[in-house]
């Protein structure tokens, strides 16, 4: 591998939607190399690791939309392969159990991140007999082009259907509404997370703590799910 070969001290890791496997990365820790995960993180590899609370990210973006009048909230759901996917699911569904909405598994829909599908999952939901009136969707890529594809089939944002997404992308405040979405502090992730490598390429491999810092996010909430208020006269 090349980082071994360059004889790196450290190395910050965020795991991919394709990872399966995790020995290529074992192999850093078996030398005795400090490994540290953010994001997207597995349980497999007991190391240091940065994330944001996604399961309460969740539910409070879902929650957002049911307060909002919405009760068909549709999900479209990050790779099964992803720790973040699998608790923001369920802050989805614990969210519609609180407000004792029924499930419905037409309402979900796996996402492989791939944003030439959005338009085909979108237009499918949207076409259903009783379609949603509420979007919960894993990223803010897809969400934006779910934005564009619920406009050119002419239904009324929010009125018709509130849409959260997550992350908040540059973009998210220049699409038209603007996407109501959860803010992740990336730049608190990644200064977190290079602090806990710092910290042990300090110690010797017995001191090490495969501690986990649980970072909290906010929901930004804009004209995708809110109506704008009119201005008094």
């Not at 017995?206 to 006269?233: F, G, Y």
Request: hydrophobic fraction near 40%; charge should be positive.
């Amino acid at each position: 591998m090349v980082m071994l070969a360059s004889q790196v001290d450290g190395i910050l890791v965020s795991i991919s939607k394709e990872t399966r496997s995790y020995e290529h990365l074992k192999i850093f820790q078996r030398k005795g190399i400090p490994m540290v995960l953010f994001n997207r993180i597995c349980d497999e590899l007991i190391v240091p690791k940065v994330v944001i609370n996604d399961y309460e990210a969740a539910f409070g973006a879902v929650e957002h939309l049911i307060l909002t009048g919405k009760r068909r909230i549709a999900h479209l759901v990050g790779p099964d392969s992803l720790i973040t996917s699998r608790k923001r699911l369920k802050g989805y569904l614990d969210a519609l159990k609180k407000h004792k909405i029924p499930i419905d598994e037409s309402l979900i829909i796996p996402y492989d991140f791939t944003l030439e599908k959005v338009k085909i999952y979108i237009r499918h939901l949207m076409e259903l007999k009783y379609p949603p009136d509420g979007l919960f969707i894993a990223n803010d890529p897809a969400a934006i082009e779910a934005i564009r594809t619920i406009k050119n089939m002419g239904i009324q944002i929010p009125q018709q259907i509130g849409i959260v997404g997550f992350s908040n992308d540059y973009c998210s405040n220049l699409i038209e509404p603007g996407l109501t979405t959860v803010d992740q502090p990336k730049r608190l992730i990644g200064s977190t997370a290079m602090q806990l490598l710092l910290d042990l390429i300090d110690k010797e491999v017995s001191q090490w703590k495969a501690v986990t810092k649980t970072l909290d996010s906010k929901l930004i909430v804009r004209n995708s799910s809110m109506l704008q208020e009119s201005e008094p006269t």
